[in-house]
């Protein structure tokens, strides 16, 4: 199959409604809105943005198909809040966001992108690992309550 043609954009405070709409739908779906979820995507702003975090836009024409974020954690960055729309998954946007994401770590000279997740998202968890993500040690105090796996990319 051939991948979608996207362009990906930075965070504009115009489509902050699409970051919060796309991943409450997915979150609804398989799990459900935690208050740490809550909080980062009312405001994104503040909770990633002036924290020294990155969001990115996935944009087929003029509409917003997908969204991922890098929240800093202070001392990693979390590859977080990614999300594409159901009529447009399995025409590899999320592949082309991941892309993205690892060519701009880099480009920022980053050691390692970490991410968490649930084993029970099966595709999510196989795209990481053919991506190249290995899993790591799971601290007990995670942020997500629905997470029981941490995997890391080493850039």
């Not at 974020?69 to 991941?98: D, H, R």
Request: net charge negative; glycine share 4%; charged share 25%.
């Amino acid at each position: 199959m051939t991948p979608l043609t996207i362009d990906i954009i930075p965070f504009e405070s115009q489509y902050a409604t699409h970051f919060y709409d796309l991943n409450v739908a997915w979150l609804e779906k398989y799990f459900y809105v935690e208050p740490y979820d809550e909080k980062v995507l009312r405001n994104p702003k503040e909770y990633i943005l002036q924290n020294g975090g990155f969001i990115f836009f996935a944009k087929v024409n003029s509409e917003i198909v997908g969204t991922v974020a890098f929240i800093n954690q202070g001392t990693y960055f979390e590859l977080s809040k990614m999300a594409v729309k159901p009529a447009y998954q399995g025409k590899k946007i999320g592949m082309q966001l991941m892309d993205y994401c690892i060519e701009f770590a880099r480009a920022q000279q980053w050691d390692s992108i970490t991410l968490y997740s649930h084993r029970s998202l099966v595709a999510a968890i196989f795209l990481y690992k053919k991506i190249g993500f290995e899993e790591v040690a799971l601290e007990e105090d995670v942020h997500y309550e629905r997470a029981d796996i941490k995997m890391r990319f080493k850039l």
